[in-house]
């Protein structure tokens, strides 16, 4: 269900790039400073530049959101004043459950996020340690479910819950269960292959050493294997839980009633309502629903890399 | 579908332990229980298809867990792959038979179905029929209507089921009139306040054939005689209007029509072939709108892409020099709008570019009013900006780590053989760099080629297009018109839809293709 695509950096490279960072500053005698502009000086212009157009926009709504005034127009001058007027507003708005879109979103995010990194492992685990018929063909069909996003079925997703929610209302329409039921129907065809591929790195010995102590297969898999690739474990479930936040096309589709929305779709329409005079409102939804996902982002942002870059490799 | 491994492993023990086995048998009763409730309401309802595959993954599923021994591998596939199949398998499929159907607005269910609402819809009081006392009352099923007819005798009957005689003993009178039945609940006064508008709509047929008229009641109290206009006859199939003698005749395409053409409301479902995919052949205008749409898609994703990956790169280049001070700082603030959730950047960009009182017009271009996103060059411009601007950090942090892998002493063999700077980025980093990166470059195409998020919520594929009856905008891809004309028109037509989503699947289909010949070409280079 991820919509991020993943980051491939090399870990060990930046390592070792930090450690030539060091050694290569203290071997560099002082430069005069036309040298300097011409070799450093420019990065750091360039630098800054990029920094202030990739950080305006946040630093802008992050200042919205403080703003007493209420408007748009009000907004337009940068912490001029500071209060939390807006988050009071926005937590207090009975019309629009702020809160409970937050909760929506977190325990779909949760649930999904932990379900698919379970389901993901269970499958990468029978295709990495056994030997069956058609398994070559099932790795090579799920690489090719891969490349068809659920979203471009939004239409049959809606009309199947319709007609599910005809036996089971709870998992029908408008409901947060069935959401993640279909959520989980993406489970394995994004995450196998990568899981596959970290479950590999794990020598077999470990398997068969537990195996002649009389561990059973699944003894095994809970008990050695899930911990030792519990790397590809966060990050799966990390990547799911961002992807699944930001999902808006299949459940825009399908939930409805205001008290079962999920961020991404009540702050939608907070915006799309009356956009200037609901914005710094919006904006101190906004800030609040970024920074879980951001400070979960740079904290774990080597985590990330390294479980990529491992699993990744063929 | 799976044999028991033989090659890799030897024959593993059962589940270890009392414990799991306890769980697993937990576990299993209840997908088993749920799965007969299910079977038996799809059986009433009739879904016989639906029963017989609920049966068979349900018998599969218990037997891959309680075979001893056997099915091993697919103990561990079972539970991804019955979701996989049916949330992304089946509904893909199920997409393409809805492409070839009417499927939409007006045409959602059965004929049997449209026929009584017809009926039901044209239905008018009965002049000097007789007050029949009834009571609201509910069951699982819905409202109904407890009915003292003037007789005395009582009946019970919803929407769906016609009136039933009651016996004295299954009822609970008072002044004569009937105020509760066995298996029915009798609603409050507060609750007819509150469904009043629910209980106006009630129509409760007499008998199976609809033509003997129905019971409404608009005070909760008394309910008189409707009948329909409209009559089925069931040995021609055809509707007659017992008023002006019109005869409907089911016309083929899913709904009654007159000699004149005119057409009944609601419809049913039914195939119409390839009707959806000639749709844009046979109006011109959506036709064109259409490629418009294709060629912008193709263009938004590409764009983005080349862009996105030229500042990722350049700015990698610039700060991959390990005398340069802060450059983690650098670094971290440059992927802050990676790290920000997709959906409300788009947002936050909104009230950025909104053109009268946005902070893009108002302070960088001190009260200029550039349509951001509403003229639609300019739109297409400012969405790509967007996008780019979520896009280069991800392509940032792909090339450092590219350029950091690429070993030393391959720049130093070059600088050798006598190569500059640029030469040396050129001609041995930047194929280098490709190879690696090109197969990320091509599934990062792939992801902003169904970019719904961006497009849909800066600017919902407007500005609109003039000149056609769909909603289709200057900035729309393929798959916020799949949305559109699914979701958010006043007539959603699925079948339409869902065609279009094919076109999607046959373009994504050809992409992924190229892109694995284009990985293996580029490996092949190394």
Known sequence: MSTTPPIPTDAPAQQRASDAERIARLRQPRMRPGRWIAEIGWRHVVGLAVVVFATFPLVYVLSASLNPTGTLTGSNVLFREISVENYVELLSDTRRPYARWFVNTMVVGVVTSLATVFLGALAAYAFSRMRFTGRRVGLLSLLLVQMFPQLLAVVAIYLLMQGLGDVFPILGLDSLAGLILVYLGGALGVNTYLMYGFFNTVPASIDEAAKIDGAGHARIFFTIILRLVAPILAVIGLLSFIGTTSEFVISSALLTSPDNLTLAIGLFRYVSEETSTNYPVFAAGAVLAAIPVVALFLYLQRYIVAGLTAGSVK | ?526
């Open chain 2, 1 to 526: 579908m799976a044999a028991p491994d033989t090659t890799g492993l030897r024959r593993p023990r059962r589940l270890s332990g009392s414990l799991g086995l306890l769980a697993k048998i937990a576990l299993l009763a209840v997908v088993d229980a749920i799965a007969v409730f299910a079977i038996m309401l799809l059986a009433a309802q009739g879904s016989w298809i639906v029963v017989a595959v609920v049966a068979l993954v349900t018998v599969v599923v218990n037997a891959v867990y309680l075979v001893p021994g056997r099915f091993l591998p697919a103990k561990y596939l079972t539970p991804g792959l019955v979701l996989l199949g049916i949330f992304q398998v089946f509904v893909v499929l199920f997409s393409c038979y809805i492409a070839f159907t009417n499927y939409g607005f007006g045409h959602n269910s059965t004929k049997d179905d449209a026929i009584s609402q017809l009926i039901q819809q044209s239905t008018s009081r009965v002049e000097d029929s007789p007050a029949y006392r009834v009571t609201v009352v509910e069951n699982l099923s819905g409202l109904g209507l407890l009915v003292t007819d003037p007789d005395g005798d009582v009946s019970v009957g919803s929407a769906e089921q016609p009136l039933q005689r009651l016996d004295e003993g299954q009822v609970e009178t008072e002044a004569g009139v009937a105020v509760a039945a066995d298996g029915w609940t009798t609603l409050t006064t507060g609750q007819i306040v509150q469904r009043q508008s629910d209980i106006a709509s009630l129509q409760v047929p007499f008998s199976d054939d609809l033509d003997d008229g129905f019971l409404v009641t608009a005070d909760a109290r008394n309910a008189y005689v409707f009948v329909s206009n409209l009559s089925y006859d069931e040995a021609t199939d055809t509707l007659t209007d017992t008023d002006t003698g019109v005869v409907y005749v089911d016309g083929g395409e899913g709904a009654f029509v007159s000699p004149d053409g005119e057409e009944l409301r609601p419809g049913w479902q039914v195939l119409v072939g390839f009707e959806n995919f000639a749709y844009p052949f046979q109006s011109q205008a959506f036709g064109q709108a259409l490629i418009g749409v294709t060629i912008w898609t193709f263009a938004f994703a590409a764009i983005s892409v080349g862009l996105s990956f030229l500042l990722g790169l350049a700015l990698a280049v610039t700060l991959n020099d390990p005398r340069l001070r802060g450059r983690n700082v650098y670094r971290v603030l440059a992927i802050l709008p990676y790290a920000f959730p997709s959906f409300l950047s788009a947002l936050v960009w909104l009230g950025l570019l909104n053109t009268e009182f946005g902070f893009v017009n108002q302070v960088l271009l001190g009260g200029a009013a550039v349509p951001w996103l509403s003229d639609p060059i300019i739109a297409k411009i400012s969405v790509i900006l967007v996008n780019v601007w979520l896009g280069f950090p991800y392509m940032f942090l792909v090339c450092t780590g590219a350029l950091q892998s690429i070993p030393e002493e391959v720049t130093e063999a070059a600088t050798v053989d006598g190569a500059r700077g640029w030469a040396i980025f050129r001609l041995i980093k930047l194929p280098l760099l490709l190879v690696s990166i090109a197969p990320l470059l091509i599934s990062s195409f792939a992801f902003n080629f169904n970019n719904f998020n961006i497009i849909y919520m800066l600017t919902r594929g407007g500005p609109r297009i003039g000149g056609i009856d769909e909603n289709v905008g200057h900035t729309d891809l393929l798959i916020t018109l799949v949305y559109k004309v699914a979701f958010a028109g006043q007539g959603a037509d699925y079948g339409l839809a869902s065609a279009l989503a094919i076109i999607i699947f046959v373009i994504v289909a050809v992409i992924s293709a190229i892109s694995f010949r284009q990985t293996k070409a580029l490996e092949d280079l190394n």
